[in-house]
């Protein structure tokens, strides 16, 4: 791959793979070459009429078998949220198709307008590499929920929740909706300043049966998918699902890898009165390996194929004795540039019941309980910290844990041309974390082998341990009055508290750079949070919509010193304490407004949109990323004003052309005040959020064939607070195509399909700000470069 610096100034050990999984491929690829019907029976776009809560649904017929479906017919790359009073956009199963299986569903909403999605792997599963921001908003600003269930923010080392990744196989997505503007005020999040993402799973099926899919592709790719359907085991139709997923695929720059398993089931009992009881449950396991974070230097000197030095001991010990590649030297810190490895380990239980109860055609009552565990380390061979054996490195390990449950309970009573919901929140989360050294062998008598295969031993040090304790309770009340046919005006409030502190069970100051650790606790409360929205449908397949919404964040939680999230508790007691009075939640008043117009032929959008973000919470980061001088600081108010345009085009029959523009200008209010002075970044763009971005699909299905390309260009994204640095902007295109073969005896629906990530073999930066911003280019200014080109085939069947 050919390399071009790009970068300006502003003026300036693999798993075992079992036999069953050895045959099962087999068995799918020589089935590739017979004819089969499509794989899975066409799925039913979810509904696009939203409103701030549908009223409760009439009795349905009794539930009866599916029928098999016919070839599906193509679709756009999404579905506008025709009749909602808020932006509103879905992504339905067949769209997800489109992707290689097992990519992450962030990944996938990258097409939408307004919304950028980046990860250093081509399937969007390394997570401390997924980042996503919605107008301006990173993911630890939006809402995140599955079937009602709080996903927390989605950060990595998330502290009240788990990425979607983790809490549902791709496989198993019924369906997305997407509030790029604000989230309803139903939406269990505490983050949501911005929009919210509400996934769906899917319903088990009626007919017993069930999937089996194989991937294979680059980097030495193997994913394996499997679902088992009961069927209707009763008249009442009791039904469930079974599925496992397994992923395993190296690393596409250096050695290790990215494994996981994972295991959902689902249980529906329906009920009278179109009522039902569902069950929803997910185990998931993963090990992963870390990309090396890059700067702008190492980019120029080393290039694009720094890495660290895994599974090669004797080149992490060297280059901790000063002893580096030659290549390294040309850098301006050899000594950072890389190390033996790093990793991160998760297991996740997650778990819910849902009770959705219509008493009568009027009033709907229902309930969600969750419980939610998480448990896991992670590894960083650091020449930072020597080793009591006086090897010149050693393993540092944190382990973050969750242990959280809560409930969800609303009423919603429909009355003349009123549509009054009423609901609860609330969640209790315990979140654990603490640091270790290991010790590390000296050369020759052992190495540090592979950091995901368990627990380091030969724990030596324990900086800090902390535990946080966290209650969450929202209450909100809303009304959509159908004013007329075609006018609905949606009104209501949120009240939400959240009380967290830490206490710190274990410390060793003289581990810490003499500091004692942050300690204490924050609420963030506010008793009114309004939203207003109206929908007008003023002609046929023409309407106006617009949304004003006040929007409150409570405070993110990590340990000390982790410079993940700008949390209060990142820094030492002095500091903690000295900002604790001054400290206040970030809020914010999002306005928007919209046109929408619908038809088989077009499929439109406009909207404007406005956000006045008070109180922002910024890192603040210097010196190397590894050894950070960091801080946490209210740098003011944001403004940011946005317009997006999408268009989706059906101008023959199979053939869909989708194409967005998005704009979004957000800059600093004021300059801010720092312990070394005063900083310019009034009027500054906002780091890592592009100011231009273009998405564009072109999809056509013939019979049972289907092809589609797309792509996207993003616009530079700033890397300093005082835009003194930035990356450039790129377009990255992507290809795919699905064939359904027909009927193989007992198989149904044998499709093979092919997908290619990075069509042109773009060098480009992917993630930013994973270890905080600069104010100015210091030389420490971190991102991960995506992947380059990569191809995929995938094989899967029904029975």
Known sequence: MKFVPFFARNQSNRRGRGAWCLLLSTALTGLSAAHAADPTPAAKPRATQHTAQPAPRRAAPAARPVQPASPPQPESIVVFGQGSTRQMTSVTTSMMRQSVPGTSPLKVLDQLPGVLYQSADPFGAYEYSSQVFMRGFSQNQLGFTLDDIPLGDQQFNNYNGLTITRALTSDNIAGVDVSQGAGGIDVASSSNLGGAIQFHSIDPSHTRGGTVEQTFGSNATFRTFVRLNSGDLNPTGTR????????????????????????????????????????????????????????????????????????????????????????????????????????????????????????????????????????????????????????????????????????????????????????????????????????????????????????????????????????????????????????????????????????????????????????????????????????????????????????MRSYPEDGYGTNVSATPWTANQTAFQASKASLRPETDWVYEGGYRYTSPLVSGLVSLYRINFSNRLQLISSNAGINPITAVQNVGGVTTNGAEVSATVRPVDGLSIYNSFSYAHSTYDQNVMTATGLEPTRGKLVPNYPTFMYKGSIAYTIRNFNVHVDGNYISSRQLTYTNDLHVPGYFLANFGMRYNFGDVRFLKGVTASFNIYNLANKTYVATTNELGNNFTDTGYNYFLLGAPRQFFGSVSANF
Do not use: C
């Not at 990309?291 to 010990?317: E, F, H, K, S, V």
């Not at 790093?342 to 009568?360: H, I, K, S």
């Open 240 to 551: 469930f699902f079974v599925s496992y997923a397994r992923t395993d695929m190296n690393l596409w720059k250096g050695q290790g890898y990215d494994y996981s398993d994972q295991v959902n089931a689902k249980l529906v009992q329906p009920l009278a009165r179109d009522s039902s009881l569902k069950v929803f449950f997910d185990w998931s396991s993963t090990q992963q390996f870390d990309y090396q974070d890059m700067t702008p230097n190492y980019l120029r000197t080393i290039g694009p194929g720094l890495a660290n030095y895994y599974p090669d001991y004797t080149a992490a010990y060297r280059a901790a004795q000063g002893i580096y590649p030659a290549q390294y030297t040309k850098s301006n810190d050899p000594f950072d540039a890389a190390y033996y490895a790093g990793t991160a380990n998760r297991v996740d239980y997650l778990g819910g019941v849902t009770l959705d109860e219509n008493f009568n055609s009027h009033l709907n009552w229902k309930t969600t309980v969750y419980g939610h565990g998480d448990s896991g380390y992670s590894t960083w061979s650091t020449p930072y910290m020597h080793s009591p054996n006086r090897a010149p490195l050693s393993q540092r390990v944190q382990n973050p844990g969750i242990t959280r449950a809560g409930f969800l309970s609303a009423v919603t009573y429909t009355v003349a041309r009123n549509t009054i919901n009423a609901g609860v929140w609330y969640e209790y989360d315990q979140f654990t974390e603490n640091r270790a050294f290991a010790e590390a062998p000296l050369l020759g008598t052992g190495t540090l082998g592979n950091p995901t295969g368990g627990y380091p031993g030969n724990v030596f040090a324990a900086p800090w341990q902390e535990v946080f304790n966290t209650n969450t309770f929202a209450f909100h009340l809303q009304d959509t009055y159908h004013v007329t046919h075609n006018l609905t005006l949606n009104a209501g409030f949120k009240s939400m508290i959240v009380s967290a502190g830490n206490h710190v069970p274990g410390q060793v100051p003289a581990l810490n750079g003499g500091n004692l650790i942050a300690q204490g606790s924050l609420t963030a409360s506010n008793a009114f949070l309004p939203q207003l929205s109206a929908n007008w449908r003023f002609l046929p397949h023409h309407e106006l919509f617009f949304d004003v919404s006040h929007n």
